[in-house]
């Protein structure tokens, strides 16, 4: 892949008239990367951040100002996860996807530590397999 420079970047941020990369939503993100893949003719792995441009919804906006009202930032999140989230998680999947996950099964609270975790286990034991338990926040490390 050749190098993006930063005259081909700045262009096709005017051309999207994006002032700034660091404000640009996701699909302005999306958006400058299929440009820039064209011009280099080579693809990229598309990992995107961003913000997503839409306003909070009022609702959203009232149960953050009551957790944080209740000393929720002082805490860390419950290691069974929090039940209102699995519970609306359990709901939306219903009514989005029509299946019924019982809300003991939705993730919450520790997905990214499982996440990093595995980033972490896989790096340094490329033969391990992981497997998380669906019922607890437990991890295995079985080798193949």
């Given at each position: 892949?050749?190098?993006?420079?930063?005259?081909?970047?700045?262009?096709?941020?005017?051309?999207?008239?994006?002032?700034?990369?660091?404000?640009?939503?996701?699909?302005?993100?999306?958006?400058?990367?299929?440009?820039?893949?064209?011009?280099?003719?080579?693809?990229?792995?598309?990992?995107?951040?961003?913000?997503?441009?839409?306003?909070?919804?009022?609702?959203?906006?009232?149960?953050?100002?009551?957790?944080?009202?209740?000393g929720i930032a002082g805490q860390y999140p419950?290691?069974?996860?929090?039940?209102?989230?699995?519970?609306?998680?359990?709901?939306?999947?219903?009514?989005?996807?029509?299946?019924?996950?019982?809300?003991?099964?939705?993730?919450?609270?520790?997905?990214?530590?499982?996440?990093?975790?595995?980033?972490?286990?896989?790096?340094?034991?490329?033969?391990?397999?992981?497997?998380?338990?669906?019922?607890?926040?437990?991890?295995?490390?079985?080798?193949?």
């Amino acid at each position: 892949m050749k190098p993006i420079t930063s005259e081909l970047l700045a262009q096709e941020m005017g051309a999207m008239n994006i002032p700034n990369i660091a404000s640009a939503t996701i699909r302005q993100i999306v958006s400058l990367a299929s440009r820039l893949e064209h011009h280099l003719g080579d693809s990229f792995v598309h990992l995107e951040m961003g913000n997503p441009g839409l306003p909070p919804a009022e609702i959203g906006i009232e149960a953050e100002r009551d957790a944080l009202t209740q000393g929720i930032a002082g805490q860390y999140p419950n290691i069974a996860g929090i039940p209102q989230l699995k519970d609306n998680g359990s709901r939306f999947l219903k009514a989005f996807l029509d299946i019924d996950i019982p809300p003991r099964c939705p993730p919450s609270g520790q997905c990214r530590a499982r996440s990093h975790c595995s980033f972490c286990l896989g790096s340094v034991c490329p033969d391990a397999t992981l497997s998380y338990s669906s019922t607890r926040d437990s991890l295995r490390n079985t080798t193949r």
